[in-house]
């Protein structure tokens, strides 16, 4: 049996997975849980193998997965946003009857775990654009944080790139910029694009229009609905803001991975705002590259609706640990 988890600053999603004959990868149990409940990794485990001890028999588990939001070096990680220090020996340590744990980055199990997906886990944001099977793809994750991550030549590479400089194109930007250096001396990308950052684009469109308070709650899910339902200008400008600030940054990953085959757009925000990604400028600022232009209007960009990616990817990467190759698929829950 394999022991999976996607450890998120926001959720924490675990779940048990058996290989069956047809190198299906069967999941036997998943469960989700607010990472700030707990105060450790070892905690989050072990409320979940109590919570499924009654059902399975958890001494069965062999090899666990857990993806990571945040970099993994020499099975290592410090989760940032939780404030985390996970070790895979001490891990192993504590839960002595597993014989083999792993860390990985959560977007590197993300790439992976586009392999188990179905059709309708996807959508297509360039219907016009027929899909090229090639080894070259990357993924762009929008949630509590922001993740990147590349697939070249068929392997995948995890990366922190929503932590470089955020790169401003108008004289708005110039202005957000400002804005948050203000605040934070180092604005990222992911300062940005994240359940934070809408907040933050609140804020700073109602600084530009010398609002005081906003009359609701500076929430990501609040701002992107009433910025969906079109009745709150402050909450629209910022979507407008957002979206467009998106769509630049996954052409600037497409072009630095050359990722012909596609760029996913992964993550809990963009299918949440797909309406919004839809409309034509979050395209227009994808392909506006200047001489360069012309290569973006090639690469397809699709929309990941399957919250479980990660957590698929981990149970197909301890399985693959296991000794199992060839194909796998996942059978439903």
Same mark, same amino acid.
């Given at each position: ?15 048990? *997975? ?5 190198? =299906? ?22 409320? *979940? ?33 939780? %404030? ?14 597993? =014989? ?17 997906? =179905? ?12 899909? =090229? ?32 400089? *955020?790169?401003?194109?108008? !004289? ?22 994240? %359940? ?19 009359? *609701? ?49 992964? %993550? ?8 919004? !990604? ?11 590259? %200047?001489? !360069? ?34 194909? !796998? ?5």
């Amino acid at each position: 049996m394999i022991l999976a988890a996607d450890i998120g600053g926001t959720k924490l999603l675990f779940g048990l *997975f058996e290989v069956r004959e047809g190198s =299906k990868l069967a999941p036997k149990y998943i469960r989700r849980y607010q990472s700030r409940q707990f105060m450790s990794l070892y905690e989050a485990t072990e409320t *979940f193998l109590s919570d499924v001890r009654e059902e399975t028999d958890v001494s069965d588990i062999q090899t666990a997965c857990f993806s990571m939001a945040g970099p993994v070096v020499e099975n290592r990680c410090f989760l940032v946003n939780l %404030g985390w220090h996970v070790n895979a020996d001490d891990m192993k340590e504590r839960l002595p009857h597993i =014989k083999d744990i792993i860390l990985y980055n959560d977007l590197e199990a993300t790439a992976v775990g586009l392999k188990g997906l =179905k059709s309708d886990d996807l959508v297509e944001l360039t219907p016009e654009i027929s899909s =090229k099977e090639t080894d070259s793809k990357a993924i762009l994750a929008a949630g509590t944080g922001l993740g990147e991550a590349l697939i070249l030549g068929g392997k995948v590479f995890p990366s922190e790139g929503g932590h470089c400089e *955020f790169g401003p194109r108008t !004289l708005e930007e110039i202005r957000l910029w400002h804005f948050l250096h203000e605040h934070y001396g180092h604005v990222s990308y992911e300062h940005i694009l994240s %359940g934070a950052g809408l907040c933050r684009l609140a804020l700073f469109v109602m600084n530009e229009k010398g609002i005081k308070k906003p009359g *609701f709650d500076l929430l990501p899910e609040e701002i992107s609905r009433r910025g969906l339902d079109g009745d709150c200008e402050i909450c629209r400008s910022a979507l407008d803001i957002y979206t467009g600030i998106m769509g630049a940054e996954a052409g600037n990953l497409a072009l630095k991975s050359m990722a012909l085959g596609g760029i996913y757009l992964g %993550g809990g925000i963009p299918p949440e705002i797909i309406s919004r !990604l839809r409309k034509e400028d979050f395209i227009r600022s994808f392909r506006a590259k %200047g001489r !360069l232009s012309s290569l973006l209007e090639k690469i397809p960009v699709t929309v990941i609706l399957n919250n479980n990616t990660a957590l698929y990817g981990s149970a197909i990467i301890a399985a693959e640990k296991e000794g199992h190759t060839g194909n !796998l698929s996942l059978e439903e829950l």
